[in-house]
């Protein structure tokens, strides 16, 4: 066997001397060397120039934020508040008009609105991805929110002044996207003005509820919420419960900190967790699925469940936010008010605030309720039907707001957001946000106002941030990243969620992003400390296929972003420490290589790719890149490669490509038999854009991405010394490979290594495609006894001769495998068609055999931003999805009439509001976007590589009576490993079966891994205390008791199948807008 191994070697390495022309373009270069530099990436100033420039960027959107703030604060102490304002006397830009409009059962169309709403026209801004008007600013307002309220009037009325400081931002820096205000009461003014983006259902946008208001609106939190379940809570009670904790829990974001208890004699936790744990969405997730879960039983026992919070927000053992701290207690009433609990654990400093709600109909006292949460500045809220859960599950977040107000300017400190998507459409953002404060007093020497205005944010694209990064100068396998004091990425190559969801943030970890290892947790450890660092670490990464795994060498430089609280990232490997930048002054040189460009050159020269660049301003884009080709070729007869509308380095570069790629097919490519060798191909692909594939011909089956830093097989070539072969690539669920017309090939390739005066580099990747067929029977040849010369003469097991893998094809398996484990070449026929699949789908048993001994290594992973099509809903029986049937008690009740009957009601408006084992409907569908077509999802990600054999390994496979005999060898300079075996001779020996495809999965156990939680540390600011603080606000009834009438109406047409109207909501928060409160 060694001796066909030697022959197989020899064979390839022939091969690729011979097409390959490695050594001949290495000449090439050097023959060119007068028409390009040698150039040099310091990674240290490389990474500080980049932290500067993006520090400079969000700097000046700190200064248009600071003005925003500043203004609105003016503006609304200078407010007259109205109290007779009518709808008519505001002119404004209603975003969500013209959707209401087209809907003849909307709300406004079916009153007539008397609002004046503008009328506006837009002009398409590839900025915004969207039509604007740059004159006007747009209006939103939630659905649930009476847009004819007075509080909703004369928030509009003072806010218009905004529109001015909109316009003087955007004209001092014209790159601002986004300039929003989320008002306290809920109302959004936002510029430029565009319609809204209108969902097929309901829409459930409120900007409280989104991530950037809520960390600008409040500190990070250390939430403990516990909830009533004794024998009382029963029914719809419970259900309310249900849906205001994960209500509830959608209010925290990945700086805070939660657990969830019930309680009845005694308290536990409804999750696995035992302890506080970051609010992040897989966190979230487990809650909002136990709470689910959750019985009514037994007596209600305060006690048990206080003193249960405060022991977990006591434990200082644990990570938390060490910020806010507070009890949210729902319970549907009490006598009991523990104030023996609160006297040990809470008084006299009353460091943690408690919140108590009143969940469903009822008639118990709620005086308790309210002196528990008046005691502990807290506030108490009434959940008295569905309708009241969203504003009462965030309105505890102006509480929060107090000491802020009460800190002035020392709380006016500007935070940028994790990752996450735009509402309108702009794509992945961060955003800075800056709060903003009520400075009104009711007259001299009043006390000054404690209330949050709202939110002043500003979003910055992650694309606008990206452009500040060097493009192609770090190679293909260099890149830059940045990461938050979470961990999490705002800019990484490996952040591409395939579906996005704007009700959560993006939050890919860096060690998730990556391959972890502990050189890594290091790493992120120190960007998260905010210092600097340089560290070179061998390490694991994944093929671009996600098919493969490299173990590599990096050099890893980081610094902290000033002024923010990222951190920049810089990866090289060390063969891109130096890169070629072109000098064609000579003119006529420029023109005699781009003509190697023109279709026309093709047949003589073979098939030019250019890689997909920003080449210059006025380049169209294109997918097909025949028409790119073509779009670029009109462009460059019309400038010159030196014009200030182009990338002088990217054309340059290219256009030096064209012309030393070209001279490869003069030297060594044109005057060689392809055929000779059973060759369909050979190419060349190079760092300036350039793949070039001889003979023209050829090109039609070429699939790699004409984008080399792009293509799977350019950077693996860079990463691996020798040849790599690629086999095709086939999924499991497509037929097998049709070997018609001589069209399915094997690529094979391997760097091009530079040694200029001592700076070593590689700036191209050269190769063959290997005729699949022809090479088959080749391997069978070159693994046999015989010459060429020789005839084939047949050994068996009884004779002296020796056996081989052509003529005792019958009896030995011979193949190759690469080192992701997929077969390249066999010699078995049979075997062809599956050229290119996982190896243990072919011979299950071998596979496991070459992984029990050591040939391959296992990398497990998981994918947190695949997407997955989403569930079927579970079965209802013939009730509407989700619609609450009453049984003939509920019939009985008086209360069921007021609370059911309006639970109904805003269940069919509110269609997919909170968690979907309720109502059976993903939040995502009722805000209409894609996750009601897919949805977020882990899968689980398996790759094999070469283990830490090198050596010839012989092995019995012990199948009883079946046994098999193998023998491997690693072929050297390649990363193939060449393997002989006996035939199966019966099937007892397929247990067991490696498994290679990405499979569903729920990642790893989460109730594991909180209690190893990653380092993080929490924003620098923390407001949670204000001596100054008045806490005699805390609390009060349902403002606005339902109409018994009404409701019994409203549940009549539902139970007779009539769409119901909805209804105005009267009840708005009036306490944050007017200037007197």
Known sequence: MQHWARRLEQEIDGVMRIFGGVQQLREIYKDNRNLFEVQENEP?????????????????????????ADAAETFQKAHRWQDNIKEEDIMYYDAKADAELDDPESEDVERGSKSSTLRLDFIEDPNFKNKVNYSYTAVQIPTDIYKGSTVILNELNWTEALENVFIENRRQDPTLLWQVFGSATGVTRYYPATSWRAPKKIDLYDVRRRPWYIQGASSPKDMVIIVDVSGSVSGLTLK???????????????????????????AQPVSCFTHLVQANVRNKKVFKEAVQ????????????????????LQ????????????????????????QDVFEKYNWPNRTVRVFTFSVGQHNYDVTPLQWMACTNKGYYFEIPSIGAIRINTQEYLDVLGRPMVLAGKEAKQVQWTNVYEDALGLGLVVTGTLPVFNLTQDGPGEKKNQLILGVMGIDVALNDIKRLTPNYTLGANGYVFAIDLNGYVLLHPNLKPQTTNFREPVTLDFLDAELEDENKEEIRRSMIDGSKGHRQIRTLVKSLDERYIDEVTRNYTWVPIRSTNYSLGLVLPPYSTFYLQANLSDQILQVKYFEFLLPSSFESEGHVFIAPREYCKDLNASDNNTEFLKNFIELMEKVTPDSKQCNNFLLHNLILDTGITQQLVERVWRDQDLNTYSLLAVFAATDGGITRVFPNKAAEDWTENPEPFNASFYRRSLDNHGYIFKPPHQDTLLRPLELENDTVGVLVSTAVELSLSGRTLRPAVVGVKLDLEAWAEKFKVLASNRTHQDQPQKCGPSSHCEMDCEVNNEDLLCVLIDDGGFLVLSNQNHQWDQVGRFFSEVDANLMLALYNNSFYTRKESYDYQAACAPQPPGNLGAAPRGVFVPTVADFLNLAWWTSAAAWSLF????????????????????EGSPEARESSCVMKQTQYYFGSVNASYNAIIDCGNCSRLFHAQRLSNTNLLFVVAEKPLCSQCEAGRLLQKETHSDGPEQCELVQRPRYRRGPHICFDYNATEDTSDCGRGASFPPSLGVLVSLQLLLLLGLPPRPQPQVRARARAASPRL
Not at 907 to 926: I, K, M, N, T
């Open 44 to 68: 240290q100033k490389l990474v500080e120039k980049v932290a500067g420039d993006i520090e400079s960027l969000l700097d000046r959107k700190v200064q248009a934020l600071k003005r925003l």
């Open 240 to 266: 309310l419960m249900k849906t205001s904790v994960c209500e509830m829990l959608d209010t925290l974001s990945d700086d805070d900190f939660v657990n969830v208890a019930s309680f009845n004699e005694k």
């Open 293 to 312: 879960g959750m019985v009514a039983k037994g007596t209600t026992g305060y006690k048990a469940g206080f003193e249960y919070a405060f022991d977990q």
């Open 315 to 338: 434990n200082s053992n644990i990570t938390r936010a060490n910020c806010n701290k507070m009890i949210m207690m729902f319970t549907d009433g009490g006598e009991d008010r523990v």
């Open 907 to 926: 269940q069919q408006l509110l269609y997919g509001l909170v968690c979907h084992s309720w109502f059976q409907a993903d939040p995502a569908e009722a």
